[in-house]
C-alpha cells in the first residue's frame, strides 16, 4: 500500500492508459481522482473506474471536465482539495489525436490537439501550483509520446504537442525542485488503447514492424513506470523523460 493516503488526480482517466493507472494508484491505497471530459457516456465510465478503486481498497472520486479550459482545472484542483484535503501526485493523461498530413491538416484540428495536450497539462499545473508550493512536495508526472521525440509523419499537431509537453516538464522541474516537487514524462510507444485501436491495419503493420520487442505495449507497461515515478524509490528523479516503447526509440 505505498500510496496510502496519498491524493492522486489522473486526468483522462475514464478509459486507456489513465484508468489503468488509476486503478493501479487506487489497489496501492491511494486517493484518486478520476477525470473525463464532460460527455454522456462519461459519467458511466468514471463511476465504473471509481467502483472498481473503492472494491480494491482505495479511494475515488470523479469530476468531469474540460482541461483545455483554466477555469474547469482551477475547479478539478478545488475539488480534489475538498474531496481528499492535499494533493500528492498529478498525472497529466488526458490526450487526444487528430492525425493528418500536413497539408491537409485544418487549424482546427491543430488547434485543438495542442489546447488538450499541451495547453491542458500547462492548466492543471498552473492550477496546482499553489497548492503543491505551499505544502512543499509533489510529483508530476506528464503523459508525452514517442512521436514528440522523434516526430511522426501525419501527427504534426500530436508530435508539436508532445515535445512541447518535454519543454514543459523540463521546465517545470527546474522551476519547481526547490519546494520539492518533482516533474518527469513518460513517453510511451505503441500501447494498445481506443487511440490505437482505431488506426488502420496496414499502419499497424508498419508500426509493428519496427518495433525491436515485436509487440505493442499493454496499458499496465504505462501504469508500472508512472507509479515507479510517484513513489519514493524515484525520489531523486527529475526533469526526465522515460520512453516505454519496446525499443523503438534508441
Ligand atoms: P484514450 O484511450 O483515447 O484515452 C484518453 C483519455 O483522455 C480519455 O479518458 C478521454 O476522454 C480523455 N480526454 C480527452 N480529452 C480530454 C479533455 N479535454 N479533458 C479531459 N479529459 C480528456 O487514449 P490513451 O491511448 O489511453 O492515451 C492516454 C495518453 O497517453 C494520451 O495523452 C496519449 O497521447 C498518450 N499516448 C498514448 C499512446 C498509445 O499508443 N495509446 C502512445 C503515446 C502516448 P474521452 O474518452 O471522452 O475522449
Given at each position: 500500500m505505498e500510496f496510502q493516503n496519498k491524493t492522486v488526480i489522473v486526468t483522462?482517466?475514464?478509459?486507456?492508459i489513465g484508468r489503468e493507472i488509476a486503478l493501479k494508484f487506487g489497489a496501492e491505497g491511494a486517493n484518486v481522482v478520476v477525470n473525463g471530459i464532460d460527455i454522456p457516456l462519461q459519467k458511466e465510465l468514471a463511476e465504473s473506474a471509481c467502483a472498481e478503486i473503492r472494491e480494491n481498497g482505495g479511494k475515488a472520486e470523479y469530476m468531469l471536465c474540460d482541461v483545455s479550459k483554466p477555469e474547469e482545472t482551477d475547479a478539478l484542483i478545488k475539488f480534489a482539495l475538498e474531496k481528499?484535503?492535499?494533493?500528492?501526485v498529478i498525472v497529466n493523461n488526458a490526450g487526444i489525436t487528430r492525425d493528418n498530413l500536413i497539408m491537409r491538416m485544418s487549424e482546427s484540428d491543430w488547434d485543438s490537439v495542442l489546447a488538450v495536450n499541451l495547453k491542458g497539462a500547462f492548466n492543471v499545473i498552473k492550477s496546482a501550483a499553489r497548492t503543491l508550493t505551499k505544502q512543499r512536495s509533489g510529483v508530476i508526472i506528464n503523459m508525452a509520446s514517442v512521436s514528440g521525440v522523434m516526430g511522426n509523419a501525419g501527427q504534426a499537431n500530436y508530435s508539436a504537442s508532445k515535445a512541447g509537453l518535454i519543454g514543459l516538464t523540463k521546465s517545470v522541474a527546474k522551476e519547481l525542485a526547490a519546494r520539492n516537487i518533482r516533474c518527469n514524462a513518460v513517453a510511451p510507444g505503441f500501447i494498445q488503447t481506443a487511440m490505437t485501436d482505431k488506426l488502420k491495419e496496414d499502419i499497424k503493420e508498419t508500426y509493428l514492424a519496427s518495433i525491436p520487442l515485436k509487440r505493442f505495449g499493454q496499458v499496465e507497461d504505462i501504469a508500472n513506470l508512472v507509479l515507479f515515478l510517484a513513489g519514493d524509490k524515484a525520489k531523486?528523479?527529475?526533469?526526465q523523460v522515460i520512453n516505454v516503447d519496446g525499443g523503438l526509440v534508441m
Open positions: 483522462g482517466s475514464t478509459q486507456g481528499f484535503e492535499k494533493i500528492d531523486y528523479i527529475t526533469g
